[in-house]
């Protein structure tokens, strides 16, 4: 079970001790650090509302794709970040 970088909860939503208000928990690239759905896109929690998962995989942490640069959909930078 993933816990929180900031709180070591293992729950998801509101986070006290975050500096954006969420648990961040320490999932791997198959999962959302937010929520722990293995999908991309909307999110119910995050800063962004949007899934953002774990690093570990050389792919965009938000939306999957193995590119670079700009042009993610989900970011809201709107750059991949792996
Ligand atoms: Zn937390
Ligand atoms: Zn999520
Ligand atoms: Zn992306």
Redesign the pocket.
Known sequence: MSKCKYCNSTGHGACAYSPHKFHELQEDEKRCVFCGSSGYGNCAYGPAKKHKHGSGAN???????T?NGR?????PDR???K
């Not at 792919?59 to 794709?65: D, V, Y």
């Open positions: 792919k965009c942490r938000w939306c999957g794709a590119g042009g993610c959909p989900y970011n750059v991949h970040e």
